[in-house]
């Protein structure tokens, strides 16, 4: 009798376990069509779907206070131990980045409210726009590394983060030539800007993601590590 009931629980929490991380992906498909659609009114100058993406927020941060109420009341209850404490923890991590994903998305929308009133470069944000297919495929590759729990697809991320910043410093630097050659067009640039380094922080959170990831299925924190080293610690090499 008690092992049947022992069983019973025990199928009871993997089913809370498996409900946890499915509301995780169903986090993550919001915040990627944030900033998909994010960067899609900042492109077109489209300032009616920038303004969906802002009030979107609030369902993201929702979003994030019920997984994470869920994740404590799963640790004050079934007091999971090794294996399962790592997921819970690396679930809470990981919430928290994509909140912080889906925070940068409603600024990238704010500045395309911004950007919408102004007129358009001749490359028509081209720069931005590559940069953000980049990001977008980065983060939407950290979340199926996530629904799979692969390994070498997070340490990929890692290495696509090197890119995104490579990306994002040549922006930078045109972005400053356009300022000091046409002072007119600073109040563009700024918002540009402010655009580009939350592009470079969504790959930023993206990479964290990946490193939560590696911990809750290998055990092991690669946190502030550089790639070459991540790869060393995942593969036994340290």
């Given at each position: 009798m008690a092992t049947n009931k022992s069983q019973h629980i025990s199928q009871q929490f993997e089913k809370e376990l498996q409900d946890i991380r499915s509301r995780v992906l169903a986090m993550g498909g919001m915040v990627e069509k944030q900033v998909s659609d994010a960067m899609e009114a900042l492109v077109t100058g489209d300032a009616d779907l920038a303004r969906q993406v802002i009030s979107g927020d609030e369902d993201v941060n929702k979003l994030d206070v019920s997984i994470d109420e869920e994740c404590i009341q799963i640790i004050a209850l079934r007091q999971p131990t090794a294996s399962d404490l790592r997921l819970v923890t690396g679930i809470l991590k990981t919430i928290t980045d994509l909140e912080?994903?889906?925070?940068?998305?409603?600024?990238?929308?704010?500045?395309?409210?911004?950007?919408?009133?102004?007129?358009?470069?001749?490359?028509?944000?081209?720069?931005?726009?590559?940069?953000?297919?980049?990001?977008?495929?980065?983060?939407?590759?950290?979340?199926?590394?996530?629904?799979?729990?692969?390994?070498?697809?997070?340490?990929?991320?890692?290495?696509?983060?090197?890119?995104?910043?490579?990306?994002?410093?040549?922006?930078?630097?045109?972005?400053?030539?356009?300022?000091?050659?046409?002072?007119?067009?600073?109040?563009?640039?700024?918002?540009?800007?402010?655009?580009?380094?939350?592009?470079?922080?969504?790959?930023?959170?993206?990479?964290?993601?990946?490193?939560?990831?590696?911990?809750?299925?290998?055990?092991?924190?690669?946190?502030?590590?550089?790639?070459?080293?991540?790869?060393?610690?995942?593969?036994?090499?340290?």
């Open positions: 912080r994903i889906g925070d940068e998305a409603a600024r990238i929308a704010r500045m395309a409210l911004n950007l919408a009133e102004k007129d358009r470069p001749k490359k028509n944000y081209r720069e931005l726009h590559a940069l953000g297919q980049h990001v977008s495929g980065m983060l939407h590759n950290t979340l199926d590394a996530f629904a799979r729990f692969d390994v070498d697809a997070a340490l990929q991320v890692a290495h696509e983060d090197r890119q995104v910043d490579a990306e994002y410093e040549s922006i930078m630097r045109q972005l400053m030539t356009y300022m000091m050659e046409d002072p007119r067009t600073i109040s563009r640039v700024i918002d540009m800007m402010w655009s580009a380094r939350s592009l470079e922080r969504i790959g930023d959170h993206s990479r964290n993601v990946s490193e939560h990831i590696i911990y809750l299925v290998e055990g092991k924190d690669v946190r502030h590590l550089t790639v070459e080293k991540m790869e060393k610690v995942v593969k036994g090499g340290e």
